[in-house]
């Protein structure tokens, strides 16, 4: 701000000088280079102005840089403001291609919301990770031999989800587009000693009338866990408790047996981490077992095992019998007699 004050003042009073020479040029009547008085006094005050302004550039150019670029870099400016202005162009035309690329995600985000939203509350019939059929290939068999067993397994697959409402390719395209993970499979088994577990899983859940997506496969050995009349767990029970205590109890007991059988080998069933629930055709109803308990109205001691050879792959019977001081009071097993039956 002072700068543009002195440039004023300092305009001004050339402008008075001038002025005051050109008065004194005209009264006096001097002439330049024999130019006519008026004709002087003219020149006179021409130059004055020219002094000004020259003054006035000058004093601006070196006070500041603004001034200094505009007077002696205008083309390069203009140059650089053409580029920017390319450059803007440019940069709105990505704009709206990024704008319009969003709009289109927006969309698919839309249908992937709505299509999560269906499996989620649509007609689910298989759920994630839920087996879709499960077949034991027993080992000393060919890669052929294997090979149709796997062929088996798929077929009955395919027969499965189509039972189900949902819809399957071809078992050739079904097979070929596994085909890749099958041979591996089966060199496997081929070179095996044991006998080998193979099972489809639901790699998500699968509503009614879907195409049947993703399928993995799971591949392990059909290890022996129990043996034959084997006990797998036992717990002292109280049948003077209230039924709904000795119910907490009982169930208690069993899922702890659950989960202790699939410690062991047993193949969970992966969306609950259980083996299944623990029954048979010569196993008591809950129920039936809570009231059972109370009828004895005493201490005793629950014991659980295994009527026949279990393997990983199941089924897990079991059956339950009461043994007070070493002796059996009540058995689930068919063949077995209730000690007690007279007394009651």
């Not at 004194?24 to 006094?41: D, E, F, N, Q, S």
């Not at 035309?93 to 927006?106: C, D, H, Y």
């Amino acid at each position: 701000m002072i700068y543009i004050l002195i440039l004023v003042l300092v305009s001004g009073l050339i402008a008075y000088i001038g002025d005051v020479l050109g008065t004194y040029v005209g009264k006096r009547r001097l002439t330049v280079l024999g130019l006519r008085p008026r004709i002087t006094a003219l020149v006179v005050a021409i130059s004055t102005g020219i002094l000004i302004t020259l003054l006035t550039l000058g004093a601006m150019t070196i006070i500041s840089e603004d001034v200094r670029t505009a007077l002696f870099h205008i083309d390069s400016l203009r140059r650089d403001i053409e580029n920017l202005h390319n450059e803007t162009r440019g940069l709105e035309q990505v704009k709206q291609q990024l704008e319009n690329e969003k709009v289109e995600l927006t969309k698919d985000v839309e249908r992937l919301t709505s299509t999560v939203r269906i499996k989620e509350t649509g007609n689910v019939v298989f759920r994630k990770d839920e087996p879709l059929s499960v077949v034991v290939v027993e080992s000393n068999k060919s890669s052929s031999e294997v090979m149709k067993e796997l062929t088996t397994l798929i077929i009955n697959l395919t027969a499965k989800v189509r039972r189900r409402g949902v819809n399957v390719q071809d078992e050739i395209d079904f097979f070929t587009a596994n085909r890749e993970q099958l041979n591996g499979m089966a060199a496997h088994i081929a070179s095996s000693s044991q006998d080998m577990v193979v099972g489809a899983i639901a790699a998500e859940n699968i509503n009614a009338g879907e195409q049947l997506g993703n399928v993995r496969f799971i591949l392990l050995p059909n290890n022996l866990i129990f043996r034959k009349d084997q006990e797998i767990a036992s717990i002292q029970i109280d049948g003077r408790l209230s039924r709904g205590e000795i119910a907490r109890n009982l169930k208690q007991f069993m899922d702890e047996m659950n989960q202790e059988v699939v410690k062991l080998g047993m193949i969970a069933n992966p969306l609950t981490g259980r083996f299944g629930d623990l029954s048979s055709d010569s196993m008591l109803s809950f129920y039936d077992m809570v009231n059972r308990i109370k009828e004895l109205n005493r201490q005793f001691i629950l014991i659980a095992a295994v009527p026949e050879d279990t393997y990983a792959i199941g089924p897990l019977n079991v059956t339950f019998r009461f043994e007070e001081t070493g002796e059996r009071i009540f058995s689930t097993q068919p063949g077995q007699i209730d000690d007690n039956s007279d007394e009651e």
